[in-house]
């Protein structure tokens, strides 16, 4: 057994015998990598051997002729999954394209290691997000984990690189007073949907993929069945995304507004441009100059969401009507993120639950006295009662 140079490319291999068998495999250009990849065969037979079995493993040892790296497998990772939904793989193409192709595009699968990974993490934490960080590398580790599962490599050098921890989501919501302020300056023609997009929770690319057919004027509610990110269509986030959400008046009102403007839309979308195309783009231009004319603080337009979120707990309503409303399977993620205001709006019911039961504290006490000085009968208990009072 041992490790050897491929003149031809460079790279380094191991080469054994198993019962007068030879094999071969490319590692790649890492020397260590090569001596690593050796060791596991070499404790793989020894304990196949003390268990009294047949090792198998040289059916993944077949020599390599042209190593497959991991451009490769990003490519075949991408063509199974071709039916997602169309922001999911655009989002997918430019991590690939920025990120991973550039510095893992061209190496071997069984030439990636550990530290390569570590370093590369560390590399992306400079000037990016945590969450930004996670993202880019959880798709690097699923094409990995397809590539260990499918038998192509014999270890997922990714298992051992751990997430990076994310803060908490920022919330910070505008006040009822600050929400009628800002509204009131946003462009006339815009305002409906921001107003939407504050009165009933639901996310900017469901909003702005909303139909007609999607408002039922009867049951005054919408019907979030899509969402609408760059110009393509597909399903809600999750499956718990699709919901109808019930919408108050000042919705209604907002919905007649645009209903009478007289925009037509050929594909029936409700919210258009000014120029009546469904709308692809954030609006956070709009969004920041109407806050800037209201004299407050610069947040994104995402935190209409956690407005409404935050003035439903306020408000009183069940966490789990509010959590159905947002498109959350569960309370948790409602929990977990709006905690503070659950303990705020909560406070009121500290008072009523000390007292929730105090009439019947007062019952019971009555009812004890009334026991202790019932009339003693017969000798013994007139004797007692004697006792006592002497």
């Known amino acids: 057994m041992g490790v050897y140079r491929d003149k031809s490319s460079g790279n380094y291999g191991i080469r054994f015998q198993y019962y007068s068998r030879e094999f071969k495999k490319i590692i790649g250009p890492d020397k260590r990598a090569a001596e690593i990849a050796l060791q596991e065969v070499k404790n793989d037979i020894r304990i196949k051997k003390l268990a009294g079995q047949k090792w198998e493993g040289f059916q993944k040892l077949q020599r390599d002729t042209t190593p497959r790296t991991f451009a490769d497998a990003a490519k075949d990772y991408m063509e199974e999954r071709a039916t997602n939904k169309p922001s999911t793989m655009v989002g997918y193409r430019s991590i690939l394209n920025r990120h991973l192709l550039p510095v893992f595009g061209k190496i071997p699968l069984s030439a990636i290691t550990s530290s390569q990974l570590k370093k590369f993490q560390a590399k992306l934490s400079d000037g990016r997000s945590e969450r930004r960080v996670n993202g880019i590398m959880q798709l690097l580790r699923s094409i990995l984990d397809q590539e260990y599962k499918e038998g192509r490599i014999d270890r997922d050098p990714s298992i051992s690189v ?19 302020l800002v509204l009131g300056n946003i462009d006339k023609h815009y305002r409906p949907l921001f107003t939407t997009l504050a009165f009933t929770g639901a996310r900017p690319n469901e909003i702005i993929a ?94 209409l969401r956690h407005t409404f979120a935050t003035q439903c707990i306020i408000k009183g309503f069940p966490l789990p009507f509010i959590a159905k409303v947002l498109g959350h399977s569960t309370i948790d993620t409602l929990i977990r993120h709006y905690a503070g205001w659950i303990d705020s709006a909560t406070k009121q019911y500290e008072d009523q639950l000390r007292n929730a039961f105090a009439n019947q504290s007062v019952l019971n006490e009555n009812s004890q006295e009334q026991k202790s000085y019932r009339k003693p009968e017969g000798r013994h208990s007139q004797a007692l009662l004697r006792m006592a009072q002497s």
Request: a positive charge.
């Open 162 to 180: 751990k997430r990076q921890e994310e803060p908490k989501a920022d919330i910070d919501p505008l006040s009822e007073e600050e929400l009628d």
């Open 210 to 303: 909303l139909r007609w057919s999607d408002i039922d004027w009867q049951g005054k509610s919408i019907s979030i069945t899509k969402g609408r990110v760059r110009g393509n269509e597909g399903k809600p986030k999750t499956r718990s995304s699709v919901r109808v959400i019930p919408f108050p008046a000042r919705v209604e009102e907002a919905l007649k507004e645009v209903k009478a403007s007289g925009i037509a839309s050929l594909d029936d979308y409700i919210f258009l441009s000014k120029k009546g195309k469904p709308i692809d783009k954030h609006l956070d231009r709009i969004w920041a100059r109407a806050l800037k004319q209201s004299g407050l603080r610069h947040r994104p337009s995402y935190q």
